[in-house]
């Protein structure tokens, strides 16, 4: 299933020829190839989650500032992690660290509804201003501590976390859905190991996928801010 969120809202053209190149470049390249995965990061118009005077490099092979110190990541390690979700369009999944709302827009064009929780207010408000403007309508942005998940919404079948900690946060194990999927940077504030956790017949597995750079992931269960 492939939702056209937006559709009028996009400004083609030199972008689109851009999305394009950097979709065969830095993922389908580097294999992440999974045909939805390519779809969506191929739709959604990068562009537009970063200021203006960025935009010309949005498409570029690294993360960008996005203001209060945080940044967008960069395109293949939005792709990698929302393959390793390995969404079908019906999962309810939690975002920890909407940034700029460019991973929470890839991940509500290939799920059913999404959860996000961003801790700084003005990135969240912003977040939420793209989604609305793209026509994002199953998707939620929350201020808050992500490390605590978000109760109400729980179980997720899949989470995401885009801000790098010390560690699995528990209560994001205990809001895993049976046989949901969990995907997560854990390792130093240098560098981390992109770690994917599931939960399968009640137990929890954990394994190490590759090595990556985050920035902080901030609060109880995590750094101090
Ligand atoms: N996926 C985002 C990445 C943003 S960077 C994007 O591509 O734009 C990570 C974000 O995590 C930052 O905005 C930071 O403020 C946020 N963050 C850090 N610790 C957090 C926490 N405990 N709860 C929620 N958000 C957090």
Request: net charge neutral.
């Amino acid at each position: 299933m492939e939702r056209g969120h937006g559709e009028m809202e996009r400004d083609d053209g030199r972008y689109g020829r851009e999305r394009e190149r950097m979709v065969e470049d830095q993922l389908v390249a580097r294999g992440v190839t999974d045909p939805r995965v390519v779809g969506a990061l191929g739709r959604v118009p990068r562009h537009r989650f970063v200021q203006e005077a960025l935009r010309e490099r949005a498409y570029g092979d690294h993360p960008l500032p996005i203001g209060e110190e945080q940044t967008i990541s960069q395109p293949f390690i939005v792709g990698l992690m929302t393959s390793l979700l390995e969404l079908t369009g019906r999962e309810k999944v939690l975002e920890v660290g909407t940034g700029s709302g460019y991973q929470t827009a890839v991940l509500a064009e290939l799920a059913r509804r999404v959860c996000s929780i961003e801790r700084l207010p003005r990135l969240a408000e912003r977040a939420r201003a793209t989604l609305e403007a793209l026509g994002y309508d199953n998707v939620w942005v929350r201020v808050g501590n992500g490390t605590l998940g978000w109760p109400d919404q729980a179980p997720f079948d899949r989470i995401i976390v885009t801000a790098g900690g010390p560690a699995v946060p528990p209560p994001l194990v205990q809001q895993l859905a049976e046989g949901g999927r969990m995907v997560l940077p854990v390792g130093s504030t240098d560098n981390q190991v992109l770690t994917l956790v599931e939960r399968v017949d009640g137990q929890i597995r954990e394994r190490a996928h590759s090595e990556c750079k985050f920035v902080k992931l901030v609060g109880k269960y995590a750094w101090e801010p």
